[in-house]
């Protein structure tokens, strides 16, 4: 059965370095979402991504925040200068359509900022 | 606002017992409803939809719109439904899923 795949699946970082989250969703699905959980905290949308472009985006998703879909396949979310509140789990998840509310979601990246 | 709330942060009963989870909701409009499902060092999977009025591994949920509330149940709980359990609603926007703040369910033996 397909599956979407992160990796890594958990990274260590000083603050204000870079951190790129890969994803590879399932082939034929057609939208990508980034969700993260802080520790203890509820899962928070940070975007979805459609077409080769961003469909929507939180308020959390800041100029830090950046998605690409770089090639057919990989579907990432870079963290350009990471700040300690950045540490969190970050899923990501793909569907095959809009308002089905069927995301399949990725074991996840834990990403802790030091 | 939008917003799911699942008062429960732990909830713990015996195999065999009844469950309900509780899931309430603010949304000015129709939304949809689901219950995810996060067993031990798994993935977040969906379990059901309040528009699929489906049962899955025997949960069922009603939507209730008069009280706002979309809770979780099944009449005999078995110790693998032990995991973590969010409820999300899907509303204005077609591409973001609102979630709970999740309930673990432990299953005693």
Redesign the interface.
Same mark, same amino acid.
């Given at each position: 059965e397909p599956?979407?795949t992160q990796t890594p699946s958990h990274q260590v970082t000083q603050m204000g370095q870079e951190v790129i989250l890969r994803c590879v969703p399932i082939s034929n699905h057609l =939208?990508f979402?980034w969700y993260r959980q802080i520790l203890g905290?509820?899962? @928070?949308?940070l975007v979805?991504f =459609?077409n080769n472009e961003i469909? @929507?985006k939180?308020e959390i998703f800041d100029d830090q925040f950046s998605v690409e879909r770089p090639d057919g396949s990989n579907f990432t979310l870079k963290i350009r200068s990471t700040k300690l509140e950045d540490s969190a789990m970050y &899923?990501c998840?793909s569907s095959t359509g809009?308002?089905t509310? @069927?995301? &399949? &979601?990725? @074991?996840?990246s834990r990403l802790t900022v030091l | 606002a939008q917003r799911v709330t699942q008062p429960e942060k732990l909830l713990s009963v015996f195999k065999g017992a009844p469950v309900e989870l509780k899931c309430n909701y603010s949304y000015s409009g129709s939304p949809?409803l689901?219950w995810y499902v996060q067993y031990s060092r *798994?993935?977040? *999977?969906?379990l059901l939809?309040h528009i699929s009025r489906e049962s899955i591994k025997g949960f069922t949920a009603d939507l209730n719109k008069g009280e706002t509330s979309f809770h979780l149940k099944k009449p005999f709980a078995q110790e693998e439904d032990s995991a973590m359990y969010?409820c999300?609603l #899907?509303g204005h #926007?077609?591409?973001?899923?609102?979630? %709970?703040? %999740?309930t673990k369910l432990i299953i005693k033996p």
């Open positions: 599956e979407v =939208y979402y905290q509820k899962v @928070e949308f979805s =459609y469909s @929507e939180s &899923f998840a809009t308002n509310g @069927e995301l &399949f &979601f990725g @074991e996840g | 949809e689901f *798994q993935r977040l *999977q969906l939809r969010y999300a #899907s #926007s077609n591409y973001q899923l609102i979630w %709970g703040a %999740g």
